[in-house]
């Protein structure tokens, strides 16, 4: 869907899940796919911005486009540099990256190995740095769009983050329903911003999605 919706405008989008270290050979992960972030950095690009694609872990291919930019990310700190980093020089932050929530407190120098006395291991684990709580902190003219993945009271959750994180629009999906959410190629989400009436659309395709939020994104920067 080519149009220029965002044209001269510089999106930065995160994608895909992180994976926390524990050791050399062993991580944390999450089922994110990337799609949804992915479909985005597309439909950003064809409505004419300039994007930054923040890829983690993903397991579809890549977009080539000659107006994204990859650049990839392991974990929540490298993630949270590299999105402070670029935040200054953008109009509009999507953050559609599953976040690790908790990282281990310590990562191993090497490989842990099984204790034939012991049938337990205990990992310890501590808060990652909130990302957008962060870019939020440095935010001016700044669009800044989060998205919630929620398996319980959707509606209060996401309402909260809107403030929680200083963000100007919540995408909230519930990741509970089969067929939607993550891996799919579907979604269905509603849409939160501040004064306004959750927004619910209706089931479609990422790609699709993609370039409805675009279209709401635009609208937004226009006000
Ligand atoms: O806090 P929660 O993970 O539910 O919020 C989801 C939103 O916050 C997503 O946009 C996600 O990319 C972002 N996030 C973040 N930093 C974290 C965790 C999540 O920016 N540490």
Redesign the pocket.
């Known amino acids: 869907q080519k149009n220029d919706l965002l044209s001269g405008k510089r999106v930065l989008i995160?994608a895909g899940g992180t994976r926390e270290r524990i050791d050399p050979v062993r991580f944390i992960g999450n089922r994110s796919s990337g799609k949804m972030g992915i479909a985005l950095a597309v439909a950003a690009a064809s409505a004419g911005a300039e994007v930054t694609l923040v890829v983690g872990q993903i397991s579809v291919e890549l977009p080539v486009h000659p107006q994204i930019k990859i650049i990839k990310i392991e974990s929540?700190n490298e993630l949270l540099n590299t999105v402070m980093t670029e935040f200054t020089q953008t109009d509009i932050l999507i953050?559609?990256?599953?976040?690790a929530?908790f990282e281990p407190e310590m990562i191993a120098d090497q490989k842990i190995k099984k204790a034939a006395d012991n049938d337990e291991f205990v990992l310890k684990l501590k808060k990652?740095?909130?990302?957008?709580k962060s870019v939020g902190a440095i935010k001016k003219h700044q669009l800044i769009i989060?998205?919630?993945?929620e398996t319980q009271e959707l509606n209060k959750n996401a309402q909260a983050?809107l403030v929680s994180?200083h963000a100007d629009m919540i995408i909230a999906n519930n990741v509970v329903t089969d067929g939607i959410g993550f891996e799919s190629n579907d979604n269905q989400v509603t849409i939160f911003e501040s004064q306004q009436d959750p927004k619910p659309l209706t089931k479609m395709s990422k790609m699709q999605l993609a370039n409805q939020l675009v279209e709401l994104i635009a609208k937004k920067l226009g006000d």
């Not at 990652?128 to 957008?132: A, K, M, Q, S």
């Not at 989060?146 to 993945?149: N, R, T």
């Open positions: 995160s929540t953050m559609a990256a599953a976040v929530d990652t740095p909130d990302i957008l989060g998205f919630a993945a983050k994180k």
